[in-house]
């Protein structure tokens, strides 16, 4: 568990926790199913594991409604399968990085009860953002915000004697109120809850809406622009402009580097190297760069990599982009094509239309992929990713080659956004389907109950560990050889030296001593010589069929 500025090279692993592994058999994944299990992530070859919430909470949004963040849901266990877990993974060379929620709290929370309860002008109700509504009476919301998860970003409480009250802003659930990072109270508190699980060992945070927390003064109306840029708030937030001055006022506001850099200190303040990871959905990369400053936070998840489609000219800028503007500050970049907000690099990277990642796919979806296309693109994708220089994010299920889930039933699904919306976005809940350990097993190995939380479809046993371990070709074992030349090979501090004459389908480089070749065409490309290291897909010959990555030895 040593070694200098660790971040800088690690493959970080993101569990989520509900659908990881279940040893209780409740249908729900659990602490102690993640500790089971932390022999096969060794095995396959990380660095870190990322775990979403697992704190006591309402599960109104899967635990990103925190209602106690010093303790563990009885869903997924205690305090005491926490450290249990800790301590194998260390064990086993495995450091652990857990969520932090800081924009706001579950309504269950006692600080927001204590806020209802003391009424307009408490000190109370100072810890969250209370305002007096608008309209003769009071009856029309502080400004027009909109939730990300559809609807008002306001809702207005009921005073003791029944009157309506004021209004309190939530940029999520209306269950999830927004704190007021201006306070100086919430500030200590949460200086607290860092030092609370860096005293217990955890080796750092994932800080979930790192752009978020500070507003702008006077809360002014802001109205999205019709076309908008990247996304915002976990993925699901269309419209933030790539130009600071536009940003909407509750986004990246320049207050937030103020926390992060307090929270650095406490950081420095322990051994071992904890860092901070930032879920910042920014525009452009140079101002995703701000949250990673020497004197703030160590990573900053690529979520233009992420966004980036399947085509050579948009990767090689992004690229270039991404180690210019991380490298400017000192930084690493990160690199990412999944996780627990958006569909699946599987059945993204095919997607045809405009279908935008953060609102999810279903059964009538226009443009929906082909499967086999999909799996396809996400190897090759994959493979060229982990050749880059600097921090790679994998998540849960993806060395597996699972797709996104589009046909769950819609009395199954439990994603807020499925029903602040009506229906109109199916929201997260296909990412985030239990994953397939053994193909024979009751839900294929996830535990010992037939059922899981959300359904699996029929296909997962196809695609379950047991029958993808040490057979070649396999997504898995394309994994493990991937992550095992990238150690090997030291890419991770090496850097990109783009190579001309393989055409404008083709990303090539040169990375130390090894030649990277990702064709994200249909006409295969004569491949150099060298000795090929890793295909993401069989080759004939020396020729690179389209949708396929190739490592060769320079």
């Known amino acids: 568990m040593t070694g200098s500025e660790w971040w800088r090279t690690a493959v970080i692993y993101q569990i989520y926790p509900r659908s990881f592994a279940d040893a209780n058999g409740d249908g729900m994944g659990d602490l102690a199913g993640i500790t089971g299990r932390l022999p096969d992530l060794q095995e396959l070859g990380i660095d870190a594991i990322w775990l979403s919430p697992m704190y006591t909470s309402p599960q109104r949004d899967a635990g990103y409604d925190v209602a106690d963040y010093c303790d563990v849901d009885p869903l997924f266990g205690t305090l005491g399968d926490f450290d249990i877990l800790q301590r194998t993974a260390h064990s086993l060379g ?49 400004n027009n915000w909109e939730s990300v998860f559809g609807g008002n970003a306001w809702t207005r409480v009921t005073d003791p004697d029944g009157t309506p009250g004021q209004w309190y802003l939530h940029l999520f659930d209306s269950t999830q109120p927004d704190f007021d990072w201006d306070n100086p109270w919430v500030r200590e508190q949460f200086r607290d809850v860092l030092r609370f699980w860096l005293d217990r060992g955890v080796d750092g ?52 580097h103020d926390i992060y850099r307090d929270w650095r200190i406490i950081l420095d303040e322990y051994p071992g190297e904890r860092i901070l990871a930032a879920e910042a959905w920014v525009d452009p990369l140079a101002r995703v760069a701000e949250w990673v400053r020497p004197d703030e936070m160590h990573q900053a998840f690529n979520f233009a990599y992420l966004e980036t489609p399947w085509q050579a000219p948009a990767l090689r800028r992004v690229i270039d982009e991404s180690l210019s503007a991380f490298g400017a500050v000192g930084a690493p970049s990160t690199w990412v094509l999944s996780n627990h907000d958006v569909v699946r690099h599987a059945t993204r990277l095919a997607l045809s239309g405009d279908n935008l990642q953060g609102h999810g796919i279903g059964p009538n979806t226009v443009g929906l992929p082909d499967p086999a296309v999909g799996l396809r693109r996400a190897r090759a994708a994959t493979a060229l990713m982990l050749a880059l220089p600097g921090s790679s994010y994998l998540y849960q299920g993806e060395e597996l080659g699972l797709p996104e889930v589009v046909d769950l039933p819609d009395h199954a699904r439990e994603d807020p956004t499925w029903f602040r919306t009506g ?88 990375n130390g001593d090894v030649l990277v070749l990702a064709n994200t065409g249909a006409s295969p490309v004569q491949l150099p010589g060298g000795e090929v290291l890793l295909s993401s897909d069989t080759l004939t010959g020396r020729t690179l069929p389209g949708d396929t990555t190739a490592w060769l030895r320079a």
């Open 423 to 510: 229906g109109e976005r199916y929201g997260r809940d296909g990412c985030r389907v239990p994953i397939p350990w053994q193909a024979e097993a009751p839900s294929y190995g996830f535990g010992p109950s037939e059922a899981s939380w959300l359904p699996q479809p029929a296909e997962w046993a196809h695609l379950a560990r047991d029958l993808q371990e040490g057979v070649p070709g396999s997504t898995l074992e394309l994994y493990k050889l991937a992550l095992r030349l990238r150690r090997e090979q030291s890419l991770a501090l090496g850097g990109v030296e783009w190579l001309d004459g393989f055409g404008d389908a083709v990303v090539a480089f040169r």
């Open 205 to 256: 945070f994932r800080v979930d809406v790192a752009h978020g927390m500070i507003k702008a003064a006077g809360l002014p109306d802001y109205t999205k622009p019709a076309v908008g840029g990247s996304m915002g708030g976990g993925g699901l937030e269309p419209g933030i402009s790539s130009e600071p001055a536009d940003s909407p006022p509750y986004w990246a506001q320049d207050g937030v």
């Open 94 to 142: 495995i450091r652990v990085i857990v969520d932090l929620v800081p924009n706001h709290s579950s309504s269950d929370h006692p600080w927001f009860q204590a806020a209802l309860a003391a009424g307009a002008g408490s000190e109370e109700r100072a810890h969250y953002i209370f305002r007096n509504g608008q309209g003769a009476a009071g009856e029309l919301p502080p």
